[in-house]
Every structure is written in C-alpha cells, then in structure tokens.
C-alpha cells in the first residue's frame, strides 16, 4: 500500500496546517483589479495625482480635468499540484486523510505565489540601505543599530511623499526578527516586548511599521531582498483560479482517484513609488 504508516491514533491530520494562513506578501498588495472582457487582461485603474496652487484673487481659478492612469496586468502565476490516490488507502483506513493532503496541496500554491509576489523588488521604485551600498546586516553586537534602521526608513518613504498616517508595512527575512528581539531584550521599556509577544508570530508592529517575516524573501548572492510598501498600493494582484478549487476523477489507468488544484493569478507593479527594496545581508543576525 502506498500509505504505509496510516494508523487512526497515530496519524497527524494537520501535517503543517497550523502555517496555512494569508500569504505575508498579500497583505500589502492592492486586490482592486477591473478583470478585461478579453478575460486574459486585468486593467488596473488608479486616479492620477492632484495638484495644489496659491490662491489669488485676483485671477481666474484655473481648473484641472480630472485623470487616471491604466495598467494593464497579464496573469504571470500558473501552478498546480496533482495526486492519485489508490483505492487500497480507502479501504485499509476509515481516517480522512485526503484532506490532509488537499489542504497541503492549496497551502503550497498560495506559498509559491507568496515567493512570486516578493520577487517584485526587482521593480521598486526605490533601493534601501543603512549606508551607501552596503547591504544591512545586524549581528548580535550591532542590533543597537535597530533605531537608525527605522528612523532611516521613516525619512526614505517621508521623502517619497508617502501619507504619514497611511499603514506602512516590511516584509522581511526571519533573521530580522531575532534582530529586533536581541536589541529590546536589555531594554527596560516594555514597548518593544509587548508588541511582539502580543502579536502573531509572521507579524507584528514595531518602529511605526506593521512587520511581517517570511522565508520567501528572495535571495540573490549574499543578498536578501525584502520590500516595504503601503497597505493596499504598489503591487498589485489579481487571481483567476483559486487554489481551493480542487477537481477530482477517476484513475483510467489505475485503480484510484485522482486530485489536483490549480492557481492562476497575476501580479505587478503600478506604482513604484510606493514600493522599496531593502537589502539585507543574506546572513540577518550573526555570532
């Protein structure tokens, strides 16, 4: 039989279940995408910037046409998984183990679009680190270089002419985390504990940004790429396929059943202003 440990009392029905939540990178991309009739294009529709000018009196109010801008979007993202399942597992256990496996198969679609999205720092508008070129990387002598990391931040998307009560938001490396809690571990405030205690472990708030830790982060030498941008702009996504739309039919050449999901999505920059790219040492903290 192919499940050759399937024991009701043993057999662990999550697997990795408890990590299948929102993707990290989905919670900074914009879902607002006009689906084409074509059906093979997104258009993605964004009002175009206002202007302010001294008032005078003495002259005519001069009045702008309103405009927007229109970004066509190609889905870029088709993946899928496929499973057979004989029907000698069906009949040698009573447990529900297929769902195990179906959920896993949705979880690792929506991780590898996950990884995509991030892939998107190629595309920022901006380039983001401590001093000159010199990728970011806190050991555990220099984690006291975690303020200047945010006050820096803070001024790079300030001088981008981001909105200051916008929520703004890091996806970074898991070593970035371990940064932040070796620097507030001697730290008599309890600010910096609470946030991260309180908060969920791929997320949290620290610095005035909404932090979330991902492995996805791509890596490119010694470099590790994360991103900062604004809740619900930059990157935009949209989705054709659902991971959770799973098809199943019987085997014609084998006695079983067989499962697949598929996801087909697409994903962009539109507004690279409001995208950075931070570029850590792909060594975060070290000895």
Request: hydrophobic fraction near 40%; charged fraction near 20%.
């Amino acid at each position: 039989m192919a499940l050759s440990y399937v024991q009701q009392e043993l057999w662990a029905n999550t697997m990795q279940a408890l990590f299948e939540t929102l993707t990290v990178a989905g919670r900074v991309v914009n879902r607002n995408v006009v689906q084409d009739s074509r059906a093979d294009k997104w258009h993605i529709v964004a009002a175009s910037e206002v202007s302010v000018s001294d008032v005078n009196d003495a002259a005519d109010i001069t009045y702008a046409a309103l405009t927007d801008t229109d970004v066509e979007l190609t889905p870029n993202f088709d993946k899928a998984f496929s499973l057979l399942d004989l029907d000698t597992n069906g009949v040698q256990t009573a447990i529900d183990y297929m769902q195990t496996y179906l959920k896993r198969g949705a979880y690792k679609l929506v991780d590898a679009l996950d990884e995509s999205i991030l892939g998107e720092y190629a595309n920022a508008g901006s380039d983001f680190y401590l001093t000159g070129t010199t990728d970011i990387q806190f050991t555990v002598t220099t984690c006291a270089e975690i303020p200047v990391f945010f006050g820096k931040l803070a001024k790079a998307v300030k001088d981008l002419d981001w909105p200051e009560s916008a929520p703004k938001y890091i996806i970074a490396p898991s070593g970035f985390k371990e940064a932040i809690l070796t620097y507030t571990g001697g730290r008599e405030s309890a600010l910096g504990d609470s946030d991260l205690v309180n908060g969920r472990s791929d997320m949290f708030k620290y610095g005035g940004f909404n932090i979330g830790i991902s492995n996805n982060c791509t890596t490119v030498s010694t470099t590790t790429h994360g991103l900062c941008g604004l809740v619900g702009d930059g990157i935009a996504l949209g989705t054709q396929i659902s991971p959770n739309s799973i098809e199943s039919m019987r085997a014609e050449s084998r006695f079983g059943t067989l499962y697949r999901g598929r996801m087909k999505a697409g994903h962009k920059v539109h507004r690279s202003a409001s995208v950075v790219d931070i570029n850590f040492n792909s060594t975060v903290v070290g000895a």
